[in-house]
């Protein structure tokens, strides 16, 4: 079965304390990508990677730092989480052409 | 930068009506995308048009893709309480895919 998987699901945390949420896929996609999904703002796109140690900017990358290693692995880093960077975060995966697969979402409060 | 602009926001309707949606974009796009986010869910796709002028059916929905691959549009026929949710379309740049802002579906029984 086609899987996308994150974690944690949810996380609170205080802000300057270094987390990261990981996401794994098993369908041998190249491309991966993280969202942010905030009220009103829809899905922003964070980092995107199109191989292994392939990785991009997408349109809201400060703050924020990705890595990837292996092509099943894209984890989300926040070195120095902020208030601002309260939401609820998406991977995805897909390969050219074809539709993204999104994982079950990560929420994250950041007190 | 690319933008990708939907409306409404929100739409409220009782059980039966006719909902929709439009998206457009500030650019060409070569293909777009439709997904549905349930409530406490993650997005789902439901559908790609890459062709200009491209209308796809999945039962009581119709998708259309603009002459000018600018502007699509997702249409529910006879709404029933399972379409409640948020659809968003998603316009394709070559590499990257930017979504709207998506229109919350509520219906009321």
């Known amino acids: 079965e086609a899987q996308v998987t994150q974690n944690p699901r949810y996380l609170i945390t205080v802000t300057g304390k270094k987390l990261t949420v990981t996401c794994s896929q098993n369908?041998?996609?190249?491309?991966m990508s993280w969202y942010r999904q905030d009220p009103g703002l829809g899905l922003r796109q964070i980092y995107y990677?199109?191989?292994?140690?392939?990785?991009d900017k997408g349109d809201v990358p400060e703050g924020y730092k990705v890595s990837r290693k292996e092509k099943r692995n894209f984890p989300l880093i926040l070195e120095s989480p902020s208030p601002n960077q309260t939401s609820l975060y998406f991977c995805?995966?897909?390969?050219?052409?074809?539709?993204?697969?999104f994982g079950p979402g990560t929420r994250l409060l950041v007190l | 930068g690319q933008q990708v602009m939907q409306i409404p926001q929100y739409q409220h309707v009782q059980e039966g009506e006719d909902f929709t949606t439009y998206c457009n974009s500030s650019?060409?796009?070569?293909?777009i995308q439709w997904y549905k986010q349930r409530p406490g869910g993650h997005p789902v796709f439901l559908i790609q048009?890459?062709?200009?002028?491209e209308v796809k059916k999945q039962k009581r929905l119709t998708f259309q893709f603009g002459e000018a691959k600018k502007n699509s549009s997702l249409h529910i026929t006879a709404t029933q309480t399972t379409d409640v949710g948020t659809y968003f379309c998603?316009?394709?740049?070559?590499?990257?895919?930017?979504f709207g802002t998506g229109t919350r579906l509520q219906v009321f029984p």
């Open positions: 995805a995966t897909w390969t050219a052409q074809e539709t993204q697969y």
């Open positions: 369908m041998n996609h190249e491309y």
């Open positions: 990677s199109m191989n292994v140690e392939v990785t």
């Open positions: 650019t060409t796009l070569s293909n």
């Open positions: 048009l890459v062709k200009s002028g």
């Open positions: 998603a316009g394709q740049d070559t590499d990257k895919l930017i």
